[in-house]
């Protein structure tokens, strides 16, 4: 299980934050975000070695794509494609409403159930895929939103329910100033179901973490650390 938590805040200078952990097995081999698909240009993400797919990336456009297991189905499934596919597919858009209306006219049969954050500077949309019909995308309020294997903000989600209330309450990220929000990715305290930084356990823990602001106006950013928050650096993603 991941975690994606979003900040929208029309007419900041700063209108949305996404911060976000990725949780997986520690033996899945995986590279840093960076230019992988030349017939995708402009798009940077990171790449998994077993799908060959990403769980997160950013276009040329400042449109951000995020996608998470739903509950009971982690892993790779016989017969389904990789969830990894479904950022690139929305990362071929111009805007955030577009990438939803394209994952919403797919099969969501092909693949096994998934979240996917959409985000760009005008706001965000959450799209659930149930694993059959059609994907549904819900267009996410101004406020802090938390996404996980389940809705956003669901409080059946030990993890929602733990650290909702602390990002609602933190002092608002800036880019230069993110430490309220890495202080609560870094936390390792909580049983399993709660931690947001997976201590690893069986094979499995958190392997990464994300920062991204996009502007109103001029460049992303998008901080990442090649490891556990509370153990690695961030560094800048679009480093050449």
């Known amino acids: ?5 979003i900040l929208i805040r029309p007419g900041h200078a700063w209108p949305l934050i996404l911060a976000a952990n990725r949780d997986e097995r520690l033996d899945r081999a995986w590279d840093p975000p960076a230019a992988w698909w030349p017939d ?11 799908g ?20 009971g189905s982690l892993g790779p499934a016989p017969g389904k494609r990789s969830r990894g596919e479904l950022p690139l597919i929305a990362l071929d858009h111009r805007t955030a409403a577009d990438a939803a209306r394209a994952i919403t006219e797919l099969d969501a049969g092909q693949w ?30 101004p406020g802090v939103h938390m996404v996980t294997a389940h809705d956003p903000n669901d409080p059946e989600s030990p993890r929602v329910a ?8 933190a002092a608002a990220p800036e880019p230069g100033d993110w430490q309220a929000w890495t202080d609560i990715l870094s936390d390792r305290s909580g049983d399993a ?11 499995f823990g958190t392997v990464c973490s994300s920062l991204v602001a996009l502007p109103a106006a001029g460049k992303p950013v998008w901080l990442f650390a090649a490891g556990p928050p509370n153990r ?9």
């Open 1 to 5: 299980m991941c975690t994606v938590t």
């Open 40 to 50: 995708r240009p402009g798009t940077i993400a990171g790449r998994d070695h077993s």
């Open 52 to 71: 060959g797919g990403t769980w997160m990336g950013i276009n040329a456009f400042g449109v951000v794509a995020a996608v998470l297991n739903r509950q």
């Open 112 to 141: 096994r159930g998934f979240n996917l954050v959409l985000a760009d500077a005008s706001g965000a949309v959450f799209v659930r895929g149930a694993g059959h019909g059609h994907p549904r995308a819900v267009p996410l309020p």
């Open 162 to 169: 733990r650290h909702l209330g602390r990002f609602r309450q």
């Open 193 to 203: 179901g709660e931690q947001i930084n997976v201590v690893p356990r069986a094979g």
């Open 232 to 240: 690695a650096v961030f560094h800048s993603a679009f480093r050449a």
